[in-house]
Structures are given as structure tokens and as C-alpha cells.
């Protein structure tokens, strides 16, 4: 989303440095023509404090974009230190208090956003769930909502891709996909559970789960134990995703929590029916409460099994979800973002 958004602001005209921690990583490869990266070339992100105070000191930059609340609070500090007069906004793109209930960690992020976000000039959630979360953590009234950048050319361009797969190829298949790391936050086990039910009463039908994780065996396992195993494949990561959802009858998002939800606008952008569940926050505000797709309770497997059935069985007209996911393009984003920056500089 960074990236986007760094692209989209150097073809406005704008002199863009994109400053990392460490310039590693499965996206380090696609940085914009015209971005200028700033390598800190750190481990971890409070041993760049010193780093960014040097940056901002020496540059002096004008604006300030921050993403993700772990470095934001150290982006805060850096420039509340460094005393200098460019204009800081920071945005949140996790429910944080949901992830706080989970992890040891984000609790003391939690703490630390409490602290420091009222020093930022503007604060941004990426959705409703998330700048309301935000503004109650950090007792901030004014939060802005400005959702994330996911339409972008590639998207289109990518969907467009011929992807082979055994089940695409089976006669009169019926194909669930899901995407994402294979990580308790997806509730992938609850996806399984409702896929068992569904194929029990369709032996049509199949699912595709795409991404790694922690945990891939555990969840192989539980395929097996359903009894599902010649359905059900997991292909890990793939870096078109796109095309495989494209040719998908069905996309399945079973998550616990989220921050907005890129993937439901990825799936809606190719075309395919979406079911997610109603989880804080995003995939709700991105579908309208059921009007772009089936919105279902979270952990509730039987609900599950019987949005996915509805998909299949009267799915949405492919047009009307392309339209909904041209308004979380990037050139959307990246007017709200100008708007906010133009603002009082």
C-alpha cells in the first residue's frame, strides 16, 4: 500500500524518499521509477531511532507519511526529537485493540499509541473500526478514514493471467479460493469446517488456499481429519494471487479480525463473489453490510458453509463489484491523502 501510494505521489510531481528499516523483503524488488530509498539498514525498529532523527534533521522533509503503529510511535518520537517542522501523519491499518487481545506485543504498542499519536498532526484509519479504535485509544477526536490503495493498472493487468490448476480443469467444478497467511488471525479451521459441510452436500465442489505460515501442517491435518484432503489444496505463496481468484467461482475471507481488508477489494476488482466474515474491521464497510457480497457471523462455521452455498448458488453480477472496487483505487487514496496534506501547510 506504501508503495502505491509513493508511486502515485511521484506522478503528481512530488519529491518522494521512502525510508525503510531494511531494504529486504518480497517487495524491495518493486519500488516506483522515481522513488529514492532510504536504506536505515536496521533489525528492528527502535534501534532506528537515531537513524531517522539524522534523516529528518538532514532533510527536512516537508511531509511526513507513517505507516503501522509500531513504527509510527518511533516516526513520532523522531520527529518530536528532531525538532523539525514538516507535517507528520501517521495511519493505522490494524484493529489494534483486537490484536492486543491476542498478543503480548500489541498490547504494549497499544500503550505507546495511547502516549505519543496526539503529537502527530493527522491521524488516519483505514477504515471506520479502525479510526474509531484509534481515536479511543489515543482520546483523539478527529481520526480521518481514508481507505487503502489496492486498485491499481498491475491489478488489472495481473487478474488477466492464465493460471493452470487441476480443479479449474475438472468438469463442473465449483471453486472456493481464499488468500492470506496461514495464521491464527485467518481462522482458516472454522473456512475448513464450513467447506467439509458444503462439500458434503456438493461433491463439486473444491477449495484453493493460497499463502504460508505457521500454520500449514496443522491446518493439512485438519483437512485429512474432515476427510476432505483430495478437495482441499494449499499452494502457497503465489505472486499473482489475482488470477487464480479470477478464475475462482467463489472468494472466502474467515478471518478473527482485520484492519480494511485488501484481499475482499482484490476479489471484488476480478469480478468474483465474495463471502467474509463480519469481523472488526473492514470487510463489512467494503461489502455495505451484504450489498457486494455475504457477510456472515465470525467462528460461526454453519453460517460460513451457508454464504458460501449462496454465493454458488446465486452469485453476484460481476460488473456491479467491479464498480464497487474502482473506489478504493489508488488515485482515490492518493486525492484524500493530497487533500489531507494541503491542509493548514
Known amino acids: ?46 534501534t532506528a531511532l537515531p ?14 507519511c507513517s505507516a503501522k503503529d509500531y513504527i509510527n510511535v518511533i516516526v513520532i518520537i523522531a520527529k518530536k526529537v528532531s525538532m ?23 498490547k504494549k504498542i497499544k500503550k505507546w499509541v495511547a502516549r505519543t499519536y496526539r ?32 486498485v491499481t493498472d498491475e491489478l488489472k493487468w495481473q487478474m488477466k493471467g492464465v493460471v493452470e490448476h487441476r480443479f479449474f480443469q475438472e468438469e463442473d467444478s465449483k471453486v472456493f479460493i481464499t488468500v492470506g497467511r496461514l495464521h491464527e488471525q485467518k ?15 456438493d461433491p463439486k465442489t473444491r477449495l484453493i488456499v493460497v499463502g504460508d505460515g505457521e500454520e500449514r501442517e496443522a491446518l493439512k491435518q485438519l483437512v485429512r ?27 472466502v475471507l474467515s478471518s478473527l479480525y482485520e484492519g480494511f481488508g485488501n484481499v475482499i477489494v482484490e476479489a471484488l476488482a476480478t469480478g468474483t463473489p465474495v463471502v467474509s466474515t463480519d469481523c472488526p474491521s473492514g470487510p463489512s464497510e467494503i461489502l455495505e453490510k451484504g450489498i457486494y457480497g455475504h457477510v456472515v457471523p465470525v467462528g460461526d462455521a454453519k453460517e460460513l458453509a451457508r454464504g458460501m452455498e449462496s454465493a454458488l448458488i446465486k452469485p453476484a453480477n460481476p460488473e456491479k463489484l467491479i464498480k464497487r472496487a474502482a ?17 493548514r501547510l
Open 225 to 251: 481429519n474432515k476427510g476432505v484432503e483430495a478437495f482441499v489444496d494449499f499452494i502457497g505463496f503465489q505472486s499473482n494471487p489475482y488470477a487464480y481468484i479470477k478464475q475462482a467461482d467463489v472468494f
Open 51 to 64: 537513524a531517522l532523527i539524522s534523516y529528518f534533521r538532514k532533510v527536512k522533509p516537508d511531509v511526513i
Open 119 to 150: 503529537f502527530a498532526d493527522e491521524v488516519v484509519g483505514v477504515s471506520t473500526g479502525v479510526a474509531e479504535d484509534i481515536g479511543n485509544i489515543a482520546k483523539l477526536k478527529n481520526v480521518h478514514i481514508i481507505h487503502n490503495p489496492v
Open 84 to 106: 523539525i517542522d514538516g507535517k507528520l501523519i501517521v495511519s493505522s491499518r490494524v484493529h489494534l485493540s483486537e490484536q492486543a487481545k491476542r498478543h503480548q506485543s500489541s
Open 1 to 46: 500500500m506504501t508503495i502505491h501510494l509513493a508511486d502515485a505521489f511521484v506522478k503528481r510531481g512530488y519529491e518522494v524518499d521512502l525510508v525503510v528499516m531494511n531494504n529486504k523483503g518480497e517487495h524491495a524488488t518493486e519500488i516506483p521509477k522515481g522513488v529514492r530509498v532510504v536504506d536505515l539498514a536496521k533489525r528492528k525498529v527502535k
Open 187 to 201: 481462522d482458516y479451521p472454522t473456512l475448513i469446517e464450513a467447506f467439509a459441510y458444503v462439500h458434503s452436500r
Open 327 to 343: 473506489q478504493f483505487s489508488v488515485t482515490v487514496c492518493a486525492d484524500k491523502y493530497e487533500k489531507l496534506i494541503k491542509t
